[in-house]
C-alpha cells in the first residue's frame, strides 16, 4: 500500500469517531480525493434536524432485529459514503474521476451513488456483507481495492 492510500485510510477512521450511529461497531468514516487533496468527508449519521440514535438512545435495527447489510432504509442515518457525495453536491465540488476511502465496504446503495458520481476508484478496510454492491461497482468499471489486500504491495503508485 502506498503512503497516501495509508494516510488517508487511516484519516476515514478518524472521520468515522464523529458518527452518531448508536452501535460502536458502526462509526463509519469516508473522504473522496483527487490529485492527494481531500475534496469532502463524510461520516454515517442522522440527516440535519433529525434526532440521531444516540440521541434516541437506541439503534432502530438492533430493535427491529434487522440483520447488517439489508433494509438499509431502515435506519436514521445517511451512510458515510452518501453523506461525502452530497457534501459535493452541496458545495459545488466536482468528484469525478475521484478516490473515495472509507472504513467499510459500501453498501449497494452507496455503491450505485458511486458509480452515478462517476468516482473511479474506492479504497476500503473493512468487510460488509453485501456482494451485490461489489457487483455494481465491478460491473461499472469502479476500482475497488481492500487494504488488506493492498497491503503486500511494494509501495505502488501514488494514485490517490
Known amino acids: 500500500m502506498n503512503k497516501w492510500d495509508k494516510r488517508f485510510i487511516e ?49 432502530l435495527r438492533r430493535k427491529m432485529g434487522i440483520p447488517s447489510g439489508t433494509r438499509h432504509e431502515m435506519c436514521y442515518a445517511i451512510h458515510a459514503e452518501q453523506n461525502a457525495i452530497v457534501q459535493a453536491a452541496r458545495l459545488g465540488i466536482r468528484i469525478d474521476g475521484a478516490t473515495l476511502y472509507c472504513t467499510h465496504q459500501p453498501c449497494v446503495i452507496c455503491a450505485k451513488m458511486i458509480v452515478n458520481a462517476n468516482i473511479a476508484r ?18 461499472a468499471g469502479v476500482l475497488v481495492q481492500r487494504v488488506a489486500d493492498l497491503e503486500g504491495e511494494d509501495g505502488g503508485p501514488d494514485i490517490a
Open 11 to 59: 484519516m476515514t477512521e478518524l472521520i468515522g469517531t464523529w458518527s452518531s450511529c448508536y452501535q460502536q461497531d458502526r462509526k463509519i468514516g469516508a473522504i473522496i480525493v483527487r490529485d492527494k487533496r481531500i475534496l469532502t468527508t463524510g461520516y454515517n449519521g442522522a440527516p440535519s434536524g433529525i434526532k440521531s440514535c444516540v440521541e434516541r438512545g437506541e439503534c
Open 122 to 139: 474506492v479504497v476500503y478496510k473493512n468487510g460488509y456483507p453485501d456482494e451485490f454492491s461489489m457487483h455494481i461497482l465491478s460491473e
